[in-house]
């Protein structure tokens, strides 16, 4: 191999620290970024809590939060031994910490590429967890009088309006559960004793869905029940008519929602994680090694071999 012979002086040496310190403080706002996208995705997660199943479905936004804040830390750390580089004496201070130091760093590196991979192996915890915890807030949706379930009528209403979908995986969902209350239901009327009994857990079911599914933008006022009744509705064929519902279900729109988030997310990080190696801590870890072999030799201005090519 080539060798040739570089000489390393005090003002190249302070030039270097200075980018490094630059680059250090770059990182520093990457790990703002990254913590600032965790607790962006962990709100985000929150706000369905309800319809969520509990899980380890917090253990991404988790990983990005710790990440970030361990970011800062290291590199404010290592912008804070670049400044001291520039004097000789400040930096002996550091050299006790120096290889701890570097071996955090890849460490922390490695760590940012595992919660960028993390967004998108996510899918399918959140698809069960969503599968679950629609299916009880589907099945509560009638229990507006028994605390601690009042609310779920109000969350799943508001859920089917603002993605624009209708059940756990469609419309047909509100066909197999009683989702009207009992407090609401003419006990005195022959048509609902007659389906009550026609069912053998004692529930009313209908061929119906809530009001919040229905499509605005549908011409025609909204069906919502007897939609599999073709006779009870004016020029209207069930399987043919395009219903004036929300199609889709809310576990794939919900599921779409956070996806894209979690894919956003992890293009960030997987660029912060590019960023840390290929800048950072290559230039990092060559200063070191020309720091150190400079002063294997006089204070300043000597001379060491250098293997072109590294």
């Keep these: 191999m080539a060798v040739l012979k570089v000489k390393f002086t005090k003002t190249r040496r302070d030039k270097l620290a200075q980018i490094l310190w630059i680059l250090n403080w770059v990182s520093v706002v990457s790990g703002i970024i990254l913590f600032s996208l965790g607790l962006f995705l962990k709100i985000e997660i929150k706000k369905r809590n309800e319809v969520m199943a509990k899980g380890d479905i917090n253990s991404v936004p988790n990983m990005l939060i710790s990440v970030g804040v361990i970011a800062c830390i290291i590199n404010f750390l290592g912008g804070k031994i670049c400044y001291d580089c520039s004097d000789a004496n400040k930096f002996s201070r550091w050299k006790l910490v120096m290889l701890p130091y570097i071996v955090c760093t890849f460490c922390f590196t490695f760590c940012i590429l595992v919660g960028a991979l993390m967004c998108y192996t996510m899918r399918n915890e959140l698809e069960e967890s969503l599968y679950l915890g629609l299916r009880d807030a589907i099945k509560f949706y009638k229990d507006t009088d028994i605390p601690g379930r009042c609310f779920l009528k109000?969350?799943?209403?508001?859920?089917?309006?603002?993605?624009?979908?209708?059940?756990?995986?469609?419309?047909?969902?509100?066909?197999?559960?009683?989702?009207?209350?009992?407090?609401?239901?003419?006990?005195?009327?022959?048509?609902?004793?007659d389906r009550l009994k026609s069912n053998v857990d004692g529930k009313f079911l209908v061929d119906g869905v809530p009001f919040s599914c229905c499509n605005p933008s549908s011409p025609r006022?909204?069906?919502?029940?007897?939609?599999?009744?073709?006779?009870?509705h004016y020029n209207y064929d069930f399987l043919t008519e395009e219903l004036n519902i929300w199609v889709k279900g809310c576990r794939e729109a919900l599921l779409d929602h956070y996806t894209a988030i979690m894919r956003s997310i992890g293009i960030a990080a997987l660029l912060i994680w590019w960023f840390e190696v290929s800048l950072i801590k290559m230039v990092w870890v060559r200063f070191i090694r020309d720091f150190l072999l400079s002063r294997m030799g006089s204070n300043y201005g000597v001379t060491h071999e250098k293997c072109l090519g590294i």
């Design 221 to 232: 006022p909204c069906i919502q029940y007897q939609l599999t009744n073709n006779s009870a």
């Design 154 to 193: 109000k969350t799943v209403d508001l859920l089917q309006i603002g993605f624009q979908c209708c059940g756990n995986n469609g419309f047909r969902d509100w066909f197999e559960i009683q989702w009207v209350s009992p407090r609401y239901l003419n006990m005195a009327s022959k048509e609902v004793l």
